[in-house]
């Protein structure tokens, strides 16, 4: 008597989840048009026969119950190996033919034409660099690219004139019908055809312009507007000028660089800057130029301002990128010490120097923090 739970490799008593798991395992093991083993179609029946007992609850209950004797009783079909009987066994095919790699049903069975997949081409990604002031105002640059397109003589058929033939191998249908022998019958799976690729023609003599391709590649010129504020590393999507295919084009992206700038530097929408200011500028305040991105600014400075103080323009920074707002510019003030200086600003630095008595500060300083020397 075969030990139905053993073949599957179960425990008795296990769940209908259980027993279904492990018959689409193991017939996908011992299917003879897959499995190497010699014993192949010997043990896909003995599986296949004790998933047919037990993933039906009444004969998994009166095989649980009487073991071998089951088929003695009302609702056993000894006809499993006969086809799709009203008796046979409840198997989901689909699922199971999914897993051998043959697909659905529909490739199966199917018969006819089936619709192609369309070849919509494929993007092309081109740098651009462009200046730090036409990211921040934005441009139009010129982009010329190499670019595959449908075949002017052909239009992209890859016949000569266009004039084409019915398919040889799929005989118009786009498929090409492959025969399976199973335990279960013959069945019949389907595929794009090789030749015409689906298309169901074929060119009656290939286009010499493309070789048959129906497509070429050639240089090609584009247009493009850059918006204000873009950055380093942003890229711009022009819809339908990428690779053309067979039904349709791709898109073109923009990868944009941005050139380092002598002055300024940027952190998002605001602009950094520095600008050096004499000994007397700082310690008398002045009012100095400055640079902004739309030319000079009157940038005043307050007496006694220390070298490093950042002062903040509002609104002269970039403008973001999707909206009006600007961000703004910070100018960082470097007082500078003067490497040369004449008889005359030495004198007046001396008696800075004695008025300032940084001296006699600076030791006091000392002797608080060390005490005296």
């Known amino acids: 008597m075969p030990d139905y739970y053993s073949i599957l490799g179960l425990s008795k008593g296990a769940s209908s989840e259980e027993v279904k798991k492990a018959y689409k395992k193991m017939a996908k093991q011992y299917h003879p048009d897959i499995s190497s083993d010699k014993d192949a179609e010997k043990k896909f029946k003995e599986v296949s026969e004790a998933y047919s007992v037990l993933s039906d609850p009444e004969k ?11 088929k003695n009783f009302q609702g056993y079909n000894q006809g499993f190996g006969g ?18 790699g043959f697909g659905g ?58 004039r084409e033939k019915t398919c040889d191998v799929c005989r118009g249908t786009g498929r090409e019908v492959k025969q399976q022998r199973t ?31 129906g497509l070429v590649s050639k240089k090609h010129k584009v247009k493009v507007k850059i918006p204000a504020g ?38 998002e929408y605001d602009v950094y800057a520095e600008i050096p200011i004499s000994f ?15 030319g000079k600014a009157d940038l005043k400075i307050p007496g006694g301002t220390q070298t490093g103080t950042i002062f903040r323009l509002k609104n002269k920074g970039i403008q973001n990128l999707n909206s009006q707002n600007y961000g703004d510019e910070y100018i960082k003030v470097i007082v500078e010490t003067p490497k040369k200086i004449s008889k005359k600003q030495k004198e007046l630095f001396e008696k800075l120097e004695k008025e300032e008595k940084m001296s006699k500060k600076r030791k006091g300083f000392f002797e608080s923090v060390f005490g005296k020397f």
């Open 280 to 294: 007397t500028e700082s310690a008398l305040g002045a009012t100095v130029e400055v640079p902004t991105l739309k």
């Open 60 to 70: 998994k209950q009166n095989y649980d119950n009487y073991g071998d004797s089951y």
């Open 83 to 100: 086809g799709f009987g009203s008796g046979g066994i409840d198997i989901d095919f689909e699922d199971i033919f999914n897993s051998f």
């Open 183 to 213: 335990p279960f019958g013959i069945f019949q799976s389907q595929r794009t055809c090789s030749k015409c690729r689906g298309k169901g023609s074929i060119a009656e003599k290939e286009c010499s312009h493309c070789s048959g391709q």
């Open 105 to 162: 049903f529909g490739d199966i069975f199917g018969g006819g034409k089936q619709k192609q997949r369309a070849d919509m081409g494929s993007n092309i990604k081109v740098n651009t660099t462009i200046t730090f002031e036409e990211a921040a105002f934005g441009c139009e640059k010129e982009i010329t690219y190499d670019k595959i397109e449908k075949c002017p003589e052909c239009n992209g058929t890859g016949a000569e004139k266009g």
């Open 230 to 267: 873009i950055d380093n590393g942003n890229h711009l999507r022009i819809s339908r000028k990428g690779h053309s295919g067979k039904d349709g084009e791709g898109d073109l992206y923009l990868i944009i660089f941005v050139e380092p700038h002598k002055v300024f530097k940027r952190d």
